[in-house]
């Protein structure tokens, strides 16, 4: 057996308030390169007060990127990176102020300013040649973990998958849940929940081990302070908690792996462009036999917030798309080793995952 051996973030700033000192923190190297930063701004934040708070001088280049359309591809990092680079050249770095999308462009982006040639040549596991740009991530959506996690997760025209390798993570992350005070509940439930889902899938499955419990259990215990607790719902309180279990929830995904949400989620990304988190939960509810426990406190934090998710999906896809998506999960065999054991192929065909698809 080989165990897993990864870099980390370099360095991390937690706090409100803690934005505030991103010129002081990126001051440093303002010297590298040609000496100006890219910004990589969710464009929710477009005329809003963060857009005055950015630190960024006149040299530097503000991106505002509305995510909404349609998860990060190949094809929009190639010309992001090619556009800059005929500009004003190699920047000093890149930083991404947004959810997971933003901060997988940021990561892409970094990399692909250094390395030629079409991303998706790069997608998989250490495929990028050279290092890339220094580059800082701020969350303002907490659930995700793309904050600490070594892949920039990209669609390319043949698969959904990451850049992948040690450069990918990043050299900075500013964690102020003061940024994320605006979520709206849906987004705040169904971002939230892939942490949840992380830590469930990443325990209930034979790669699990002491260190990514020991960041999972915590994690599961602030999500159900968050979700379940007294005090439950939207808070300062909360906020700050749902920060750090997106964080040690990723930390347990490194070190252990996903599951059958995951893998079921990525089939609805690729055949059906829904976004990750809100596809994990329509995946999640229905795993009740892989999952008894996770999903019974799911469906409970469900309830408790008022969130309904769509029921009867599957009567209007059709055979063709539901085999289609079949595919995409069972080519994630890492995912089903993990949460099956190394048999599970003779466990899981595609009919099976059909059939879990024909749940929703
Ligand atoms: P996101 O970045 O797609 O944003 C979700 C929504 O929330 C958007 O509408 C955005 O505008 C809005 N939003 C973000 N911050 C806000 C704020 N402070 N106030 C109001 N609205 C705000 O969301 P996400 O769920 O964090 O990320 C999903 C993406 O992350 C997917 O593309 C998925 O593939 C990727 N992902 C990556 C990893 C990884 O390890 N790299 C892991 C899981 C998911
Ligand atoms: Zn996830």
Redesign the pocket.
């Known amino acids: 057996m080989i165990h897993k051996n990864f870099k980390s973030i370099e360095k991390t700033v937690f706090g409100r308030g803690s934005f505030n000192q991103l010129d002081e923190i990126i001051a440093p190297k303002r010297n590298d390169n040609n000496k100006y930063f890219i910004f990589i701004v969710?464009?929710?934040?477009k005329g809003k007060s963060l857009e005055n708070r950015l630190q960024n001088k006149p040299e530097d280049i503000v991106y505002f990127i509305?995510?909404?359309p349609h998860?990060?591809t190949t094809e929009q990092i190639d010309q992001l990176r090619d556009e800059i680079l005929a500009t004003k050249g190699l920047p000093s770095g890149v930083i991404g102020i947004?959810?997971?999308?933003?901060?997988?462009i940021a990561?892409a982006l970094s990399l692909m300013l250094c390395n030629e040639g079409p991303s998706q040549q790069y997608q998989g596991l250490n495929l990028i040649q050279k290092p890339g740009v220094y580059h800082v991530g701020v969350?303002?959506?907490?659930?995700?973990?793309?904050e600490?996690?070594?892949?920039?997760?990209l669609?390319g025209p043949e698969k959904?998958l990451?850049l992948k390798c040690e450069w990918?993570i990043f050299d900075q992350i500013i964690l102020d849940s003061e940024?994320?005070?605006?979520?709206?509940v849906d987004?705040w439930f169904?971002?939230g929940m892939?942490t949840f889902i992380?830590c469930i899938e990443s325990r209930d499955g034979i790669l699990n081990n002491a260190y990514s419990m020991a960041y999972g259990e915590q994690s599961i215990k602030l999500c159900r302070d968050i979700y379940l607790g007294e005090n439950a719902g939207q808070s300062p309180e909360n906020d700050d908690k749902l920060m750090v279990a997106s964080l040690m929830g990723?930390l347990s995904l490194t070190y252990s792996e996903v599951g059958v949400c995951h893998a079921l989620s990525y089939g609805l990304?690729k055949i059906f462009g829904e976004?990750?988190?809100?596809a994990n939960c329509l995946a999640f509810q229905h795993l009740d036999d892989y999952y008894p426990e996770g999903v019974a406190e799911f469906n409970t934090m469900l309830k408790k917030h008022n969130i309904n998710l769509p029921q009867g999906l599957s009567k209007n896809w059709t055979d063709a798309e539901i085999t289609a998506m079949a595919h995409v999960a069972y080519n994630l065999p890492h995912m089903w080793n993990h949460a099956i054991g190394t048999d599970w192929k003779d466990k899981v065909s595609i009919e099976t995952i059909e059939n879990l698809f024909r749940r929703m």
Do not use: Q
């Open positions: 969710d464009n929710y934040f509305d995510v909404d998860e990060p947004g959810g997971g999308s933003i901060m997988d990561k969350p303002t959506i907490s659930g995700t973990g793309a600490c996690s070594m892949t920039a997760v669609t959904k990451g990918t940024l994320t005070a605006s979520v709206p987004k169904y971002t892939d992380h990723g990304s976004k990750h988190c809100y």
